[in-house]
């Protein structure tokens, strides 16, 4: 199954040895898809590899007409170690090729900070003062410090690929036969676990870090808070002392108001008498003079009258005498007007000099009730003044406090989310220790005159037969060889292909430890050596041919090749 226990052996070759190391968990090299029904045989896989080698062997030895022949054909085991973390693992790359750089952010001046807070707890001026020096404290990091995580991988994508791998693997049971040949990792189980030590370590730097931002948060919310409080109580005292100065005052204020007030009205009321005495006179003089009026022009409506009928008469003397009556009466009545326009002006008068004599009296006593009511407004204005000055310190200490706070909150979140990044290093595959991953790969060498090259072939998906091949069969067979195979095995996933195509291959060719190393180990097991060899790719074949990937000359011909 899966979970087997690779026995510690040794096989010579070249005078080292090739080491079969314990094993934890062994996945398998090719795992079918889940709409495939077929069984994909060890057999198969073999000759699906040679295949593939073929195909790269014959590319090669066409270029430049270099001769080479297949050297060997090996599969191996590549160590990855899984270190337990809390619900899962961190994968550590055993032979340290995969490699990655995590970044600390490194905190502003804590200390220096906490200090000034601490110095302003109970003396408010220095409390506002380290608000004022801490303003921009913390609005960014002071440093982002480099960590290398050599051999830990970190890439999301590939442990992503890696975790989907093992869940497969769990699922299908699918089943490891024979022992395997490992990589012999340059990390052993406690270098593994130091690498992974580092993450642990970076975690709770950035736990204690988050601890020691909610702390200042704390401390300050706390510092705010308390003199917050302390301004309030200093209002309700200003409150309390202003309260007892103006019981004090306001009720003498209030008994002289009164007076004045009470001087005010009867010095109004005599005015008016006064006023209303001189103008009852001259009022009935005026209304004498209408009166007056009244019948002097009705005598002289009568004179008009009498005129127009002496004129009828052509009484000139009559006539004479009644127009020399007539203007004496109009004279009479523009007297009497003038009397009664001047009276009425001089009523007026009256009435608007006592009018204004009676303003200028209000206004001259509220001036003397301004003043003794200031006494107790003054007391007033203080208070307001006092209370006004104390909100206003209390805001502003709420808002560089609340500026202050919501940069430690961008800071803490940045570290909560690079602790959480940290978390989503793992894959969630629970191991109750420090477990061996063997994940294999095919290892092929080429060899011309003194030469070697070497292809890897990663871990495979092998994918659904029936319906493909009735969909294109009747072009299938058109395709190459080696076309037909990538159809019917396919990467697992581009991550897991970089690393075995790319970053595997590019530290074999400037690492020649790690290449003549390989070699060996791949010559030691070189698969072609193997006393069921023959029997394999024979059948092997058969089964590729029957599903329709292979024909019956390339077949008979790759039997023909590695017999």
């Known amino acids: 199954m899966a979970f087997i226990e690779a026995t510690k052996q040794s096989k010579a070759s070249h005078g080292e040895a090739a080491l079969m190391l314990t094993a934890s968990l062994i996945l398998p090299f090719a795992l079918p898809e889940k709409s495939r029904k077929k069984e994909f045989t060890p057999s198969m896989e073999l000759a699906s590899i040679l295949c593939l080698a073929e195909a790269t062997h014959r590319k090669h030895g066409m270029v430049g007409f270099v001769l080479e022949e297949v050297s060997f054909i090996s599969k191996l085991h590549y160590p990855l170690w899984a270190v337990p973390w809390e619900n899962g693992c961190l994968l550590v790359d055993g032979l340290q090729i995969l490699s990655s750089t995590l970044t600390y952010m490194v905190l502003p001046n804590m200390e220096l900070f906490l200090n000034d807070i601490e110095r302003g707890q109970t003396f408010r001026e220095q409390f506002r003062d380290a608000l004022d020096k801490h303003a921009q404290t913390f609005a960014t990091f002071s440093e982002e410090a480099p960590i290398p995580m050599n051999a830990l991988v970190t890439d999301k994508v590939l442990l992503s690929g890696v975790s989907e791998y093992i869940e497969e693997t769990l699922a299908l049971r699918a089943e490891v036969i024979g022992s395997i040949t490992l990589i012999p990792p340059n990390l052993d189980a406690d270098a593994a676990d130091e690498r992974a030590k580092r993450v642990f370590d ?13 702390h200042a948060v704390r401390l300050l919310t706390e510092t705010m808070q308390f003199h917050q409080q302390k301004i309030l109580s200093e209002i309700e005292l200003a409150n309390e002392t202003f309260k007892l100065q103006i019981d004090e005052i306001k009720p003498r204020v209030d008994k002289k108001v009164g007076l004045l007030l009470k001087e005010r009205d009867k010095q109004i009321e005599r005015m008016n008498r006064t006023t209303e005495t001189e103008l009852n006179a001259k009022l009935r003089e005026q209304e004498r003079r209408l009166s007056e009026l009244k019948r002097l022009e009705f005598s002289r409506t009568e004179y008009k009258r009498r005129l127009e009928i002496r004129r009828g008469g052509h009484d000139r003397v009559g006539v004479a005498r009644l127009e020399h009556s007539l203007r004496i009466r109009e004279n009479k009545i523009s007297e ?34 301004d003043r003794e009511s200031k006494q107790v407004t003054d007391i007033e204005a203080s208070l307001e003044s006092v209370v006004q000055t104390k909100n206003n310190e209390s805001q502003k200490l709420q808002q560089l406090t609340t500026r202050i706070v919501n940069l430690i909150q961008q800071l803490m979140d940045q570290k909560r989310l690079q602790a959480a990044e940290l978390k989503n290093l793992t894959i969630p595959w629970k191991s109750e220790q420090i477990a061996l991953i063997a994940a294999p790969f095919y290892l092929v060498g080429y060899r011309s005159k003194e030469k070697f090259h070497y292809s890897v072939y990663p871990p495979l998906r092998v994918m ?58 791949g010559m030691s097991n070189n698969l072609m050596k193997n006393a069921g060899f023959q029997k394999a790719i024979a059948e092997g074949v058969k089964e590729l041919k029957g599903e329709g990937w292979i024909k019956q000359e390339e077949g008979t011909n790759l039997i023909k090749t590695y017999s």
């Open 202 to 214: 970076l975690y709770e730097r950035l736990q204690s870090d988050i601890k020691g931002l909610e």
């Open 336 to 369: 009497v007007k003038e009397r009664i326009h001047n009276l009425t002006r001089y009523i007026d008068k009256i009435r608007q000099q006592n009018h204004e004599d009676i303003n200028k009296l209000k206004y001259n006593y509220q001036t003397l009730i």
């Open 464 to 521: 659904s037969s029936e319906g493909l091949v009735k969909k294109i069969e009747k072009t299938l067979l058109s395709f190459r060889l080696s076309s037909r195979i990538k159809l019917l095995l396919q990467p697992r996933s581009k991550a897991l292909s970089k690393v075995f195509n790319i970053d595997f291959e590019e530290k074999m060719k400037i690492d020649k430890t790690l290449e003549e190393k390989l070699r060996e180990l």
